[in-house]
Nanobody
Framework: VYLAESGGGSVQAGGSLKLSCSVSGFRFGSCGLNWYRQAPGKEREFVSSIRGDGTTRYADFVKGRFTTSQDIGKPTLYLQMNNLKTEDTATYYC??????????????WGQGTQVTVSS
């Protein structure tokens, strides 16, 4: 599985960015694709996920502002980020889940893309 993020950059608070993650070698099925982020000095945290059937899940701190989607035909994962806040500044990673003891867990990671939000 190979994942490559793009679309990061610098934006002012209240602005928008759309991240993309090119996916190869991943079989879309019961397990899905995720977005995580890691700010300097903090642990990596879950942002959103999407399954093969389109079911999505979001962390509370991005609900109503971020939208994750996928184009299985390309295949590419997206994260549309609106109304960005300074606290959204982080490196954003896409991750592909794999089955482990019956659970879908993030097992493959991209290299990350930097998002910087200024006030």
């Amino acid at each position: 599985v190979y994942l490559a993020e793009s679309g990061g950059g610098s934006v002012q608070a209240g602005g928008s960015l759309k991240l993309s993650c090119s996916v190869s070698g991943f079989r879309f099925g019961s397990c899905g694709l995720n977005w995580y982020r890691q700010a300097p000095g903090k642990e990596r945290e879950f942002v959103s996920s999407i399954r093969g059937d389109g079911t999505t899940r979001y962390a509370d701190f991005v609900k109503g502002r971020f939208t994750t989607s996928q184009d299985i035909g390309k295949p590419t994962l997206y994260l549309q980020m609106n109304n960005l806040k300074t606290e959204d500044t982080a490196t954003y990673y896409c991750a592909a889940e794999q089955k482990s003891s019956g659970l879908c867990l993030a097992g493959y990671w991209g290299q990350g893309t930097q998002v910087t939000v200024s006030s």
